[in-house]
């Protein structure tokens, strides 16, 4: 248990819908990170926030945004959602030299 | 723009062989790199990180270089076992270039057979 929990851990939904997937990160750890992982592709960087500001910035869609609240926990929205949205999403939290704590993920399915 | 390629998509050996993986990269010189470990299905677990000045670390069975010459890590299994069967990723530090924090390669999948 890496002591980082993501919420829902399954996900099924329609095209054009959005969703919000949660997650908190371990105890002590300022920085989120997002990722989606599809079958085709490997762990993508979609974006990272420090202490509740967004930090860094990687392969994120428009349709995407994320945020980090004042008690740490970060939410991730996806919206108008496409087939190729489905993916694996993991949060990870990072100590001090980004040695990171993933999630056990969010497995987002949409039909 | 940076490039991170891990030699092969699969790697079979035999139970009690030395297993060898390979990170390369292109066109950065990262602080350190950190190599994880993902298992189907489930998030990726953490390893070992190494330092540009570190040239070898070692965690029981695991073994690390970091060639920044070469701009290469090497991973290395000893005395493998069917348990360390799995996903095997190098993540380079990339926070001083265009705003991307972490990059991963593709990964390599390890088979061990007993």
């Known amino acids: 248990d890496s002591g980082v929990t993501q919420t829902p851990k399954h996900l099924i939904t329609a095209t054009g819908q959005r969703v919000t997937l949660r997650c908190s990160p371990r105890s002590g750890d300022l920085s989120v990170y997002w990722y989606q992982q599809s079958l085709d592709q490997g762990l993508q960087f979609l974006i990272q926030y420090y202490n509740g500001e967004e930090r860094a910035k990687g392969n994120i869609l428009e349709r995407f945004s994320a945020q980090q609240f004042p008690d740490l926990h970060s939410e991730l929205n996806l919206s108008s959602l496409e087939l190729g949205d489905s993916a694996l999403y993991f949060c990870?939290?990072?100590?001090?030299?980004?040695?990171?704590?993933f999630g056990p993920g969010t497995r987002l399915t949409v039909l | 723009s940076q490039k991170i390629e891990q030699n092969s998509e699969a790697l079979n050996i035999q139970e009690g062989k030395t297993a060898t993986l390979t990170c390369n990269y292109t066109n950065y010189s990262p602080a350190y790199l950190q190599w994880y470990r993902q298992d189907p299905g489930r998030g990726p677990v953490f390893l070992l990180l190494?330092?540009?000045?570190?040239k070898e670390k070692r965690k029981e069975r695991l073994k690390v270089t970091f060639d920044t010459t070469l701009k290469q890590s090497l991973f290395h299994i000893t005395a493998s076992q069917p348990a360390d069967s799995a996903t095997y990723l190098c993540a380079l530090d990339m926070s001083s270039e265009n705003n991307n924090d972490m990059r991963f390669g593709a990964g390599t999948r390890l088979t061990v057979k007993p």
């Open positions: 990870a939290s990072s100590t001090l030299y980004n040695e990171q704590f």
């Open positions: 190494i330092r540009e000045n570190e």
